[in-house]
């Protein structure tokens, strides 16, 4: 890319990404690479540089094997979320990156979900729903011996455990909407840390040694969760908490220290801090961005993963003690001075709506746009509901905003990131008053030179369900939409889903049995008489969260209607494109649309 242009949609797609999946004691740090077209794991040596380890047919990530130079691999096929296990050895440097069948099956059942949770010296623990393709199990295998020991299989949707010797700390969902519950398991006895109908998330849950007492993050009683420890005898203690926004910790191995992170506004900041929540010392990262982290055996080393709008991916080697950060990868290296600084970094927002609340929202503002597109805007949702908007790279919002399109990246009530009440407010019966505030964000954009006669949706999951709801239920306010593996019917949706996730997405958006009228009302596909916008649809045939089906049946609708709609399906992904190859086809085709029916010629 010379000076004088922008980065393109492909300029920006051919970007590697980076992430941090372990670190050993040596401080060399297991990453994922997406260089070669997805995900694959790259050993980064502070001394020897990066070496790729895997070349497999889709996205992987791994853990080192602690003691042995060993990494246990977790990969899928096709993006079908059937996660198997494999070892790869290290004991040799292999001459090339290990393809599928150079790796050592480890645990396989592809009928089956099998997600790697955690690792100890000699054994490896996951979460499996092979029991009866709906509750997930909890097991540890004894990779000398190959025996397995069921330690949890009380049922539910186990979305995270910790291991300290014999004791098991799960996370599992529970009956209220965006809720968790913590259990530990001691030889064979499971113990409720919290209570099952606690409205309140409990993540990042973490053993501290000999098994006794857990510190999470927790929003019990409160609206941002706080850093907590919770006693053998059900003694809470708050270590570090704010009244502005969410706190979470994670703990070294031998319990000496805690990182710290502050989650605010779509960033994160990070220190470091003993036990008992005292500031030991602070770490200044290179830039404003989402951080991921892992602590080496001994605690005295971290590896952090950055990403940020400007940066797709930095790899950071932390001294715990001194907060010193080396720089292992600069994802801006990649780039020419002039595409950096083509780049733009969004400004935080709060925009007004109808009952006096406030949406949190990003604004990417072009720079001499083009006078076709000046005053477009492509409002971007994301995907949950109970996910978040947040400081990291997006080449879609880097093209949209280089071809001269104003960017929003709003976080409608039912986001989390800014407190229980707000991520509360679109549960069940208060669905559609997310999907009011689309009109709310419509009405506010001439506030920052917006033209609302030419507002675009797009957005992907649950973003595309709002994507289609916006059309539908508000016909008239938007000049196009893209809609990326989106739901257009609750019913169908909920129908059809893979069984382990109906239950859990039926507590969010009703229950089929109960809630069967609102949920027909709160379908995209219900309101079809009314839609007359451009609709450009994306989808992977192997999607095991929202069927493919959702797609077809509005691309079939609208169809018969005549209004205009484009599907391109991807037999080789699932619920999102993790293939470059596939992004490089879909993108530019979606942002090209955008451009057509957003210029003031259209």
Same mark, same amino acid.
């Given at each position: 890319m010379t000076s004088s242009t922008k980065p393109t949609i492909v300029d920006l797609l051919e970007l590697h990404s980076w992430t941090v999946f372990d670190v050993d004691e040596a401080g060399r740090v297991l990453a994922g690479s997406d260089a070669s077209g997805s995900t694959q794991l790259v050993e980064i040596d502070p001394v020897h540089g990066a070496r790729p380890l895997t070349a497999l047919p889709g996205a992987c990530s791994g853990r080192y /094997?602690?003691?042995?130079?060993?990494?246990?691999? #977790?990969?899928?096929?096709? $993006?079908?979320?059937?996660?198997?296990?494999?070892?790869?050895?290290?004991? @040799?440097?292999?001459?090339? +990156?290990?393809?599928?069948?150079? %790796?050592? &099956?480890?645990?396989h059942d592809p009928a089956y979900i099998h997600s790697l949770v955690d690792v100890e010296s000699g054994r490896v623990v996951y979460r499996t729903n092979r029991r =009866?393709?709906?509750?997930?199990?909890?097991?540890?295998?004894?990779?000398?011996?190959?025996? #397995?020991?069921?330690?949890?299989?009380?049922? $539910?949707y186990v979305v995270d455990v910790d291991v300290e010797g014999g004791t098991v700390a799960v996370t599992v969902l529970s009956p209220p909407p965006a809720s968790t519950q913590i259990r530990l398991v001691r030889a064979g006895t499971a113990t409720d840390v919290t209570a099952a109908d606690d409205h309140a998330m409990?993540?990042?849950?973490?053993?501290?040694?000999?098994?006794? =007492?857990?510190?999470?993050?927790?929003?019990?009683g409160r609206d941002f969760r706080a850093v907590v420890r919770v006693d053998g005898d059900g003694h809470w203690a708050t270590l570090v908490e704010?009244?502005?926004?969410?706190?979470?910790? /994670?703990?070294? &191995?031998?319990?000496?220290? %805690?990182?710290?992170?502050?989650?605010?506004?779509g960033g994160d900041e990070l220190a470091v801090h003993g036990p008992e929540g005292t500031l030991r010392t602070g770490i200044t990262l290179p830039r404003r961005g989402v951080a991921t982290a892992v602590w080496s055996p001994g605690s005295t080393l971290l590896a952090v993963g950055l990403n940020s709008p400007t940066s797709p991916g930095d790899v950071l080697l932390i001294d715990a003690s001194?907060?010193?950060? !080396?720089? %292992?990868?600069?994802? *801006?290296?990649?780039? $020419? &001075?002039?595409?950096?600084?083509?780049?733009?970094? &969004?400004?935080?927002? @709060?925009?007004?709506? !109808?009952?006096? #609340?406030?949406?949190?929202?990003f604004v990417y503002r072009p720079s001499g746009p083009s006078p076709e597109l000046a005053?477009?805007?492509?409002?971007?949702?994301?995907?949950?509901p109970e996910a978040q908007a947040q400081r990291t790279f997006s080449a879609v919002n880097q093209a949209l905003v280089a071809a001269g399109h104003i960017v929003l990246v709003p976080n409608v009530r039912g986001s989390i990131g800014y407190g229980k009440r707000w991520y509360s407010m679109d549960d069940v019966r208060l669905r559609l008053e997310s999907v009011q505030d689309l009109v709310d964000i419509r *009405?506010?954009?001439? *506030?920052?030179?917006?033209?609302?006669?030419?507002?675009? /949706?797009?957005?992907?999951?649950?973003?595309g369900y709002m994507v289609l709801a916006g059309l539908t239920m508000h016909p008239g306010l938007w000049a196009a939409g893209v809609d990326i593996v989106g739901i257009s019917s609750l019913v169908t949706f909920l129908r059809n889903t893979? #069984?382990?996730?109906?239950?859990?997405?039926?507590?969010?958006?009703?229950? %089929?049995?109960?809630?069967?009228?609102?949920?027909?009302?709160?379908?995209?596909?219900?309101?079809?008489?009314?839609?007359?916008? +451009?609709?450009?649809?994306?989808?992977g045939a192997n999607d095991p969260r929202v069927p493919l089906s959702e797609s077809e049946q509005i691309k079939a609708a609208l169809d018969a209607k005549g209004v205009p709609c484009t599907l391109k399906v991807y037999d080789d992904e699932g619920h999102g494109l993790a293939k470059r190859a596939n992004r490089l086809d879909a993108y530019p085709a979606a942002i090209e649309f955008l451009a057509a029916h957003l210029s003031v010629a259209s």
């Open positions: /094997l602690p003691g042995r130079r060993a990494v246990v691999v #977790e990969h899928d096929n096709g $993006g079908d979320e059937r996660s198997q296990l494999s070892l790869l050895s290290l004991d @040799r440097p292999p001459a090339a +990156p290990a393809a599928l069948d150079s %790796l050592t &099956p480890l645990v =009866n393709g709906v509750d997930f199990d909890v097991v540890v295998r004894d990779l000398d011996t190959g025996v #397995e020991k069921v330690v949890y299989d009380a049922g $539910g409990h993540v990042g849950v973490s053993l501290l040694p000999g098994g006794t =007492n857990v510190v999470m993050s927790s929003n019990h704010s009244d502005e926004y969410d706190v979470s910790a /994670l703990p070294s &191995p031998d319990g000496s220290r %805690l990182l710290v992170f502050r989650h605010v506004d001194t907060g010193e950060v !080396r720089v %292992l990868v600069d994802g *801006t290296e990649q780039m $020419g &001075p002039d595409f950096h600084a083509a780049l733009v970094e &969004p400004d935080s927002v @709060r925009i007004p709506t !109808r009952d006096g #609340e406030a949406i949190p929202c005053g477009s805007v492509v409002m971007n949702i994301h995907g949950g *009405t506010w954009v001439p *506030t920052i030179g917006g033209d609302p006669d030419r507002v675009a /949706l797009y957005g992907g999951s649950y973003g893979s #069984e382990y996730r109906r239950a859990v997405r039926e507590r969010e958006y009703g229950s %089929l049995e109960r809630d069967h009228d609102f949920l027909v009302k709160a379908s995209p596909l219900t309101h079809l008489d009314a839609i007359d916008t +451009p609709l450009f649809v994306i989808h």
